[in-house]
């Protein structure tokens, strides 16, 4: 593909063509059925390991991270990838080796097929979750969340593959969207677990303050990123946050409360037994704040259609049924031993580590 300044100009502004990773299911199935039909993309072009169900595109099937990948992008202008997988019950090692490998093959393959324009997400929790965060962070605080084998070190590893593609190929722009706590369909997260616990848990001495991004604004937020609205690095969430007083009214759940010390020793122990899946980091992200500030997006006239509130009343109704402690997630039998009484947390997490004890004996 040419670049922009030999394009003729009766051809500049034409409608790109996007194409979508990860297109048959999820967020890419979301952002793939909301540009489907959208006049402001010439054609929209599909990729996935599988044909999805979606009418009105063309499916290209492939691996993302197959190197041929090069070869089935060169008619497109801008490619919004999406191919990731961050289920917590996932094998960390596994998880974190397709997501680095999808992300490489795609920004190397783009920039070998003269693609002009990349867009990611990873997630605002690659700024860290901190007691004395700013509420809100704005969109060039530092990236300051600690590097683990959790998802959130998926995260940062993607961004540090980011960085290094922007210097070996200047032609190629990425923008990468980072938004807060997404709700919706499928989302399974340890923010959306934490609401699957019969108390709220909570460090002495910090109240975290709640923002959420509801998967339909993520979708309007990408569109608007691969039409070239916003670039660089972009926050995504609804407008303000949520007080833990306001969380505890609108979900009906009580808070408990433990010491950090206590909280995340306990944690770390239970993950390093296997017995939950996330390492102990994780749990800053439902504890303290990390709450953005979404500047580039409000400067092109974005506004989210969901609230804070409203979000929150989503993730509860799909979290019904449903019952975790400490990010683990629990049978009808496990979920009714630990529902009773104050000391919930902790009578639920010593049961589950005195069963491991017993087991590792064996």
Known sequence: MQSEDLVPTSNR???????????????????LAHVASSADFRRVVA????????????WRVIDVRDPLLANRLSDIDVLVHLAAGYALDADPTERRAYNLRAAETVLTASAAARV??????????????????????????????????????D????????????????GLEVTVLRPAAVVGPDT??????????????????????????????????????????????????SDGWLEQEQVEEISGLRRFELPAALTFGTAQRLHRLGITPAPATDLHYVVYPWVVECAALRAVGWKPVWSNEAALEHLLELSAGRHAVV???????????????ATVAV???????????RKRRV
């Open 347 to 357: 009578i639920g997490t010593a049961a589950i580590v005195r069963r491991a004890r």
């Open 47 to 58: 990729i996935d390991e599988q044909r999805g169900d979606v009418a009105d595109v063309t």
């Open 13 to 31: 502004h034409r409608p790109p063509v996007v194409a979508v990773t990860g297109a048959a299911s999820g967020l890419g199935r979301a952002f």
């Open 327 to 341: 990010g683990r997630r629990l049978s009808g039998k496990e979920a009714t031993i630990t529902a009773a009484g």
């Open 155 to 170: 995260y940062l590893e993607i961004e540090a593959l980011v960085r290094r593609s922007r210097r070996s190929h200047p």
């Open 188 to 237: 399974d997260t340890v923010v959306t677990r934490h609401f699957e616990a019969p108390r709220l848990l909570t460090v002495k001495g910090c109240a975290p303050r709640w923002q959420f991004c509801h998967v339909d604004d993520l979708v309007t937020a990408l569109e608007l990123a691969a039409l070239g609205a916003v670039s660089g690095v972009v926050a995504v969430g």
């Open 116 to 153: 002009r324009r990349v867009v990611l997400v990873t997630s605002a929790m690659v700024y860290g979750a901190a007691p004395d965060n700013d509420v809100p962070l704005a969109e060039g605080s530092p990236v300051a969340a600690e590097h683990d084998t959790g998802v959130v070190g």
